[in-house]
């Protein structure tokens, strides 16, 4: 059994023989590939049915993929991964570990919209000490604002928790939440949610139901004064409606940590989006870090090596997507 590492997964190879080496798998081979083996075939024919392949992102444009048994998923968001095209014998596996990263991103993020520490600082300066002390600017907090999580899935749940604790109200959407209880104040409809919340956060996968789910009717029926916070799929929220309601000021805000275009090979420079929101003053752009912490991939290629230790030994493993069919 080799072991295919794709794109930036094989970063963190070390991380992975490592773990392997506690299941007793020191001597298993993992192979690097390029971030193009992830949509072209030219690595296809090294792989064999007894392989493993871990990659955030697999397709072939309509062409099957080789038999092999198992792609992990070092990620949690499937979007990236072209199911018809895998062979009926491979299992496909996911990961989490990243919903405790992404709640302290979130609510370091409104926060900021609250208190605003950058320009506090920006502000100070011993020169002038006596005229900036008389000429102080009140700032927001967040006590008492509502929070509203579209989508209330792991990562949603772990917001709510986080921002309970700053007295703040908690509405979720999400058709899987059947009323309030633990840390969701109300389960409401979206068009409430976005007309009611002060932040509006987007915690939800991107599936045909949620494409473009945000469109230019569901940003005007949020505040003037909310922010929204997109830390799940950019394609959730529509572009072109979102770049407009920013650049006219029908809402205060946005931070945005995920994109609509990405680079699919090592010389990609592929724009963002389609529209500068980097240029607009009331937006605060992010290069999709908000689950990047040193921990959290200790976390996940943890869990990737005990799920190939299981699959080499025969036992069940974690987070199976969908079982591989003999």
């Given amino acids: 059994m080799k072991i295919f590492m794709v794109g930036e997964a094989a970063n963190y190879r070390d991380r992975l023989a490592a773990g392997l080496g506690e299941h007793g798998l020191a001597d298993a081979k993992i192979v690097a590939l390029p971030r193009e083996a992830a949509s072209a075939a030219d690595h296809d024919g090294e792989i064999a049915a007894e392989d493993v392949v871990v990659s955030l992102r697999l397709r072939r444009g309509g062409a099957p993929l080789p038999s092999f048994r198992l792609l992990h998923v ?20 996911n990961v989490f570990e990243h919903e405790g990263a992404i709640a302290e991103f979130v609510l370091a993020s409104v926060l900021n919209w609250e208190i605003r520490l950058d320009e506090l600082r920006a502000s100070f300066a011993p020169d002038r000490w006596a005229e900036i002390y008389r000429a102080r600017v009140p700032h927001g907090e967040l006590a008492g604002k509502t929070v509203g ?7 949603g749940r772990a917001i709510a928790v986080r921002a309970k604790a700053f007295g703040v109200r908690v509405l979720a959407a999400d058709p899987a939440l059947a009323g309030p ?11 409430e949610l976005l007309e009611r919340a002060h932040y509006v956060v987007i915690a939800c996968p991107l599936l045909d139901a949620t494409r473009g789910m ?12 909310a922010v929204l916070v997109n830390i799940s799929r950019a394609e959730v929220v529509d572009e072109a409606a979102l770049y407009a309601a920013l650049a006219e000021g029908r809402i205060r805000g946005a931070s945005l940590d995920v994109w609509y275009r990405y680079p699919t090979g090592a010389a990609d420079s592929v724009p963002p989006s389609t529209y ?15 689950a990047i912490t040193r921990e959290m991939w200790e976390r996940r290629y943890a869990i990737v090596a005990r799920n190939i230790a299981a699959l080499a030994t025969g036992r069940p493993l974690d987070n199976v997507v969908r079982p591989g069919r003999a």
């Fill in 74 to 93: 070092p990620g949690a968001g499937l979007d990236g991964i072209d199911f018809d095209a895998l062979c009926d014998a491979t299992t496909v596996c």
């Fill in 149 to 155: 999580l579209v989508g209330f899935g792991r990562i």
């Fill in 276 to 290: 500068p929101f980097h240029d607009l003053p009331n937006v605060v752009c992010t290069p999709h870090s908000s």
């Fill in 181 to 191: 209880g633990g840390s969701v104040d109300e389960a409401v409809a979206l068009g």
């Fill in 214 to 225: 945000v469109g230019a009717a569901e940003l005007a029926r949020m505040q003037p004064g």
